[in-house]
């Protein structure tokens, strides 16, 4: 099963006491599979529904395919400014 | 000896490890004379001088321009706006995330061009009190190759959706900031004030905050929280805005 690499930001990183996670998911994994994935760690679970999650520097929506070279990140909607 | 402050953005910086540097310079040097002064400083800004647009003050300065003593020198890339950009479009467009104190003074100058005749730009403060809440000190954190990466994005739209607009900047500030320090500029220049500029000012900072990685941690007398944003970005939001059917 592809490992999946996963950089974390702000309250996720915080929370998850790490800047990244590896995810083992399906091959052919989508951007639902891995929220889903990170709604089962328990100290990420309450954020893992509004996380934003980007792959290679885009916006994504749960249908997005991930291959493991992706560059993927999951943080909260953003407050800069 | 003539002395210069030079200040290089974007990739520039990256190369040189420093945001701004001062310079003794031979009198009558050129632009010319002064990229070669530079490139024996930092020999690794060869590859990176191809396109770059050299300012002085506020103006745009060709290869045989005088350098004048006490002259505040900017080096960057323009990036073209839009997917049809001319390429008579060389305005500057300063996109960056920086540790730095924001010098709102040399990037407007930095934006504005023979043509320029009005620049609108917004500057956001680190509000020290709200209500009853008092905020020491904000703790910012950017996702930075995205971020940069999304604020070349809304400048792209602002060329689209107002294409009077000549120089654009967005920079954000990161770090420990201050209450009452600025934290974030959009600046948009134009021949005339009523050719987009406000307008675009206004939709840089709100496109920022909608789809700039960045976030900021409050810190005040009752303990620290992160602040969440209310947009969620999709895949959508990687199209750049059509150009509205009536231009503003």
């Avoid at chain 1, 996720?12 to 994935?37: F, H, I, S, W, Y």
């Avoid at chain 2, 001062?22 to 800004?45: D, F, N, S």
């Avoid at chain 2, 100058?109 to 403060?125: D, K, L």
């Avoid at chain 2, 947009?231 to 231009?247: C, F, L, S």
């Amino acid at each position: 099963m592809p490992a999946y690499r996963v950089l974390l930001f702000a309250t996720l990183r915080d929370l998850a006491k790490q800047e990244a996670l590896t995810l083992t998911l399906a091959p052919n994994a989508t951007v639902g599979q891995l929220r889903e994935a990170l709604a089962a760690i328990p100290a990420l679970q309450p954020y893992a529904e509004s996380a934003v999650i980007a792959v290679n520097h885009a916006f994504t929506t749960d249908d997005t395919p991930l291959t493991p070279d992706d560059e993927i990140a999951a943080f909260p909607p953003v407050s800069g400014g | 000896m003539p002395q210069v402050t030079v200040t290089f953005f974007g990739a520039l910086r990256q190369i040189t490890g420093e945001p701004r540097i001062t310079l003794e310079i031979p009198p009558g040097t050129t632009v010319a004379q002064l990229k070669a002064l530079l490139l024996e400083r930092y020999p690794a800004l060869e590859k990176s001088f191809q396109g770059i647009v050299t300012s002085i003050g506020e103006i745009t300065a060709e290869d045989d321009a005088p350098v004048p003593d006490g002259a505040r020198i900017a080096l960057f890339h323009p990036i073209a706006g839009g997917s049809k950009a001319a390429p008579e479009n060389a305005f500057p467009t300063l996109t960056l995330v920086t540790e730095e104190a924001l010098d709102l003074n040399a990037l407007v100058a930095g934006i504005t061009a023979p043509t320029t005749g009005a620049v609108v730009f917004f500057t956001g403060v680190v509000r020290g009190r709200t209500g009853e809440q008092e905020t020491a000190y904000l703790e910012y954190e950017a996702y930075r190759e995205m971020a940069e990466a999304k604020l070349r994005q809304v400048a792209a739209e602002i060329r689209e959706r107002w294409p009077k607009v000549e120089g654009i900047v967005l920079v954000q500030r990161i770090g420990r900031l201050e209450a009452g320090t600025p934290t974030v500029l959009t600046a948009c220049a134009a021949p005339h004030r009523n050719d987009g500029a406000f307008e675009a000012a206004r939709y840089g900072i709100n496109r920022l905050k909608e789809i700039v990685p960045v976030w900021k941690k409050e810190v005040g007398p009752g303990g620290a929280h992160w602040v969440h944003g209310h947009y969620h970005p999709t895949a959508r939001d990687e199209r750049t805005a059509a150009p509205p059917k009536n231009t503003p």
